[in-house]
């Protein structure tokens, strides 16, 4: 047996994170992702999924990119490279927003949050140096970018995820979905400051806490003592996102893709729509008038077998499309899959069929989530 | 009846000129939840060294080799309906399909138990 996947060329030095023996004491499979040695699963990934959509589960997302923006004028400089309306984000809000090349491609997914310092912007592990390089050459001088390394990064998700987490800091159940605000934990007497945000990536309710890695372990530690939590790894957190519709960069988007071809003109702001001003805008406005020529969708596939990244997606003799991203969903019960589908065979309902090993399997277009988001939104009923 | 292994975690267990074909705990465990697996069709030919099966966990899809050559018998069609067999007993239950051998001689070169433990603890 050979696992068809795990070609890779390695990096000179795959890193460690702040956990990595916490991950190992834990019993975790380690692989090298992004350039470090991260946990895939613990238990295994089927009952780490469905713990996560049930209970709560930890993620350690430590080899995401914690920038700091700081200086006058930071969120109208960067508007120039992303979509969104980043200089109308209030204290304490976030936003999802898309790193933008040039021609409007998309060079990394993100999270911009205005915090009392500045914007604070999560980027992908895999291509955070480059996102640095890209947005100081981009940004003006008098901008200060400063990649906060000395901080991991936990992600808490699933429907008991605030009740495991108000115990450990309290008061963090005030927040709503992409809002996020400072939080002091640890005794009163020396209480250490948590940034935290009500986010993530698994379509659950949940959060992300930003912890000097120095304090990881010890965070770590209390929240996998809550009876709701239990540690999980990249493996689930991949199956999680894809039941939720989330793209993973690297493979559903990447340069020669643009936000509206990615199915994300909602991180394509109203104002700027109407100012344009970023790179990329003609086209992009241009997609988003016109209809994009090909369109990032969910395919639900007949039967048993796995539909995966690089599958041929065909109508009849032509191949209209490709997969990006594939595989199991345990939620669901079946394989389910992402992929660009060309303009004309991309309305949901649409019947296709997908290449494996030679053989065709009938995918059709679905809505996404494949599993309904259950975030905790401001004003809605619960 | 004799079982050998391979080096890619595949076991054998001969019985004459004919054999059971399977992935084995080891592998099972590697590869984690396994969720859909494709065996041969009954009159393939297979070529030792050759594609044989497929067995797909949540994560990735993985080749299963003919431990040696020969004309497929029988596919294990209870895997179809539950691919979980081959987690839950693979050297078992859980077997891929049967091969009538076309050469017994290509048997030399597989491990026995005890070549393949060591070579499992040597992994």
Request: charged fraction near 25%; hydrophobic fraction near 40%.
């Amino acid at each position: 047996m050979s696992e068809e996947d795990e070609f890779e060329l390695e990096p000179i030095e795959i890193l460690e994170l702040p956990l990595d023996t916490w991950h190992r004491d834990k019993g975790a499979r380690m692989v090298e992702f992004a350039g470090y040695h991260m946990p895939i699963q613990y238990e295994g990934i089927m009952a780490e999924h469905i713990w996560t959509r049930e209970n709560a589960g930890l993620f350690d997302v430590s080899h995401m990119g914690q920038l700091m923006l700081t200086g006058d004028g930071a969120a109208e400089a960067l508007e120039a490279l992303v979509p969104g309306d980043i200089s109308a984000l209030k204290e304490g809000k976030m936003r999802y927003s898309l790193l933008l090349a040039e021609d409007g491609g998309v060079l990394d997914d993100m999270m911009i949050t205005a915090a009392p310092m500045g914007l604070y912007v999560v980027v992908n592990g895999a291509v955070k140096w480059d996102d640095m390089g890209y947005l100081r050459e981009y940004l003006p001088d008098e901008i200060t970018i400063n990649n906060m390394e000395d901080r991991a990064l936990l992600a808490l998700q699933g429907p008991k995820a605030v009740d495991a987490l108000k115990r450990v800091v309290p008061g963090v159940d005030a927040l709503f979905f992409m809002e996020a605000g400072l939080f002091f934990w640890g005794p009163q007497t020396d209480p250490e400051p948590l940034w935290i945000s009500r986010s993530g990536y698994t379509g659950e309710d949940g959060f992300e806490i930003s912890v000097p890695a120095s304090h990881a372990q010890k965070l770590a530690d209390q929240l996998c003592a809550q009876p709701e939590v239990k540690p999980i790894g990249l493996g689930a957190r991949d199956s999680l996102r894809l039941e939720a519709g989330l793209p993973l960069y690297g493979h559903d988007m990447n340069p020669d893709i643009d936000p509206i071809e990615a199915s994300a003109a909602f991180a394509v702001s109203k104002r700027r729509r109407a100012e344009g001003g970023f790179f990329g805008s003609d086209r992009i406005l241009n997609a988003l008038a016109n209809g994009p020529a090909r369109k990032l969708v969910g395919l639900s596939v007949e039967g048993k077998m796995p539909v995966r990244e690089g599958a041929a997606v065909f109508a009849g003799a032509a191949q209209v499309g490709v997969i990006t991203s594939g595989g199991f969903a345990p939620s669901v019960g079946a394989p389910i899959a992402m992929g660009y589908i060309d303009a004309g065979h991309n309305a949901t309902g649409s019947t296709l069929e997908a290449e494996v090993r030679g053989k065709r399997v009938s995918v059709t277009v679905s809505s996404l989530p494949f599993v309904p988001h259950h975030y905790h939104r401001k004003g809605a009923q619960t | 009846m004799t079982r050998y292994f391979t080096d890619d975690h595949e076991w054998i267990e001969v019985d004459g000129d004919s054999a059971t074909v399977g992935i084995t705990d080891y592998a099972q465990s590697q590869l984690g939840d396994i969720v859909f697996a494709e065996v041969p069709a009954t009159g393939a030919t297979l070529k030792k060294g050759g594609d044989a099966a497929v067995v797909e966990s949540v994560k990735a899809a993985s080749d299963v080799y003919a431990p040696v050559s020969g004309t497929v018998i029988e596919g294990n069609g209870a895997l179809e309906g539950d691919p979980a067999l081959v987690n839950s007993d693979p050297e078992g239950e859980g077997w891929f399909f049967k091969i009538t051998l076309s050469d017994t001689s290509e048997l030399d070169s597989l491990m026995d138990a005890a070549a393949y433990k060591a070579f499992v603890d040597g992994l």
